[in-house]
């Protein structure tokens, strides 16, 4: 289901549920990049490779706790499963409100997140650090 808010700011359900969708999106992608399968996922939370599927497509919602410990399994913070979720410049109270789930293929953070995954090295895992923090300190913002 999709949200739309009234003049109140109360929710109101239409369409498709974007925002589980959204979820379920992000949770494939995080778990993908992370070389894990379904099935990995659904022992964590005792559950099938189907229900996995179901919570990818966004057919089933996720609990809070669901999320808590599929973030503490995959190393993610829980943040991640929503990023790229936005709102539209309309605003809460003006009529037409929706949520509006963008995700990207992959996105840097995500790729940058599932090279450092594979480093195995603990040295090499700080060297990996030191060179990103070092970028960042001297990046100027230039394209």
């Known amino acids: 289901m999709c949200f739309r808010f009234d003049v ?10 974007s925002i589980h969708r959204h979820i379920g999106d992000r949770l494939r992608v995080l778990r993908e990049n ?15 490779f189907q229900q996995m599927g179901n919570y990818e497509k966004g057919k089933h919602r996720l609990s ?5 410990l599929l973030s503490r399994f995959l190393r993610v913070n829980l943040g991640d499963f929503f990023e790229g979720l936005t ?11 929706t949520y ?10 995500d790729r940058l997140d599932a090279a450092f995954g594979r480093i ?7 060297l990996a ?6 970028i960042a300190r001297y ?4 394209a």
Do not use: C, H, K, W
């Open 8 to 17: 109140s700011g109360n929710a109101m359900r239409t369409g498709t549920d």
């Open 34 to 48: 992370r070389g894990f399968s379904q099935t990995d996922l659904g022992d964590v939370l005792g559950v099938s």
């Open 64 to 68: 809070a706790g669901a999320l808590y």
């Open 87 to 97: 709102f539209p410049e309309t605003g809460f109270a003006e009529d037409g409100a």
């Open 100 to 109: 509006t789930a963008e995700i990207e293929e992959q996105s840097q953070s």
């Open 120 to 126: 195995r090295s603990q040295r090499d895992r700080a």
């Open 129 to 134: 650090v030191a060179i990103v923090e070092t």
């Open 139 to 142: 990046d100027d913002g230039a």
